[in-house]
């Protein structure tokens, strides 16, 4: 009886709260800034940004120009207006540094906010100017950037396309999701899933959880792979073409079987195998290929 009766009570509930706020549509307030700092050779872009989608492109202007939406949500407008005064930002100039930064700070004697928070960045920047990035909680899409881009992201979806120079990228528990890259890359990844397409360069990615999807073209130069409990699907239109040194330890491996690998066994660990592959004709590049508890699956793109 008293199962039922707190079953009941529930239900009742949930229908007046559905019934008060289904009836009351969230009220939406923003605020805009805007800034632009005029740029020179040697100078960088420095961005950290908490529960805020960044997005990052070039232009052919010498300036760098940002635009900053912040808003906030909740039934009740006037906890929305108010907790959006909690938003503060950072956008100054230090020397050849430029720095962009957004935090939530509640004044003394004040309620903690209980509106939804967010912060939208639109920044416009020289396609060689330097860009480091700190996100947390957001998102992130970077394109047409000829330097150096470095990202430290924990719970951000990743988008780099048309990225040229060096790329270092650290993430945890998000998705890394990369095209038309040039240059060197570094990842570091936790939990996370990535997908790398139309690569040239240099490669040095190392992952742990998650996934990788990796179409090798032929202008890839070099590529080193370190993975632990890790799903990896390397493809190319033509993978004899390249030269593998594959160690794998605890792991499944799915090779074409037109390709002979020359397989031997680590001398000091049963459990682990190691496997060759040398083209006879002229080769693209080398292949290092280091796996625990992993899967790897080599195909020939369709």
Not at 35 to 62: H, M, P, R, T
Not at 88 to 113: E, F, M
Not at 186 to 197: C, E, P, Q
Not at 284 to 297: D, K, M, P, Q, W
């Amino acid at each position: 009886m008293k199962r039922t009766f707190f079953i009941f009570s529930f239900f009742i509930s949930l229908l007046t709260y559905n019934f008060i706020f289904g009836q009351t549509p969230l009220q939406l307030i923003t605020k805009t800034v805007e800034k632009q700092f005029n740029y020179k050779d040697g100078y960088e872009l420095n961005i950290e940004g908490e529960k805020a989608d960044v997005q990052v492109e070039s232009w052919d202007k010498n300036v760098i120009d940002i635009s900053i939406v912040f808003s906030s949500q909740h039934y009740d407008k006037s906890i929305a207006k108010r907790d959006l005064e909690y938003i503060q930002y950072q956008a100054d100039k230090v020397q050849n540094k430029i720095y962009l930064r957004n935090y939530l700070k509640i004044p003394s004697g004040k309620p903690k906010a209980e509106a939804t928070l967010k912060a939208k960045y639109l920044i416009k920047v020289p396609s060689d100017c330097p860009v480091y990035l700190k996100s947390k909680f957001g998102m992130v899409r970077i394109k047409d950037l000829a330097n150096e881009v470095k990202l430290n992201s924990q719970f951000t979806n990743i988008g780099l396309e048309n990225i040229q120079g060096l790329i270092d990228i650290t993430s945890r528990f998000g998705d890394l999701d990369g095209k038309f890259i040039d240059g060197t890359m570094f990842v570091d990844a936790r939990r996370t899933d990535i997908t790398l397409r139309e690569l040239k360069g240099k490669f040095d990615v190392r992952t742990y959880y998650g996934t990788l999807n990796i179409f090798a073209e032929p202008n890839v130069a070099d590529l080193k792979l370190t993975a632990n409990n890790t799903k990896i699907h390397l493809v190319s239109n033509d993978p004899s073409r390249f030269a593998y040194n594959i160690e794998a330890k605890d792991s499944d491996l799915n090779l074409p079987d037109q390709m002979n690998f020359n397989t031997l066994e680590a001398s000091n660990d049963p459990s682990t195998r190691i496997l060759k592959y040398k083209p006879e004709q002229e080769f693209f590049a080398n292949f290092t290929i280091v796996v625990t508890l992993s899967e790897f699956t080599l195909s020939v793109e369709k």
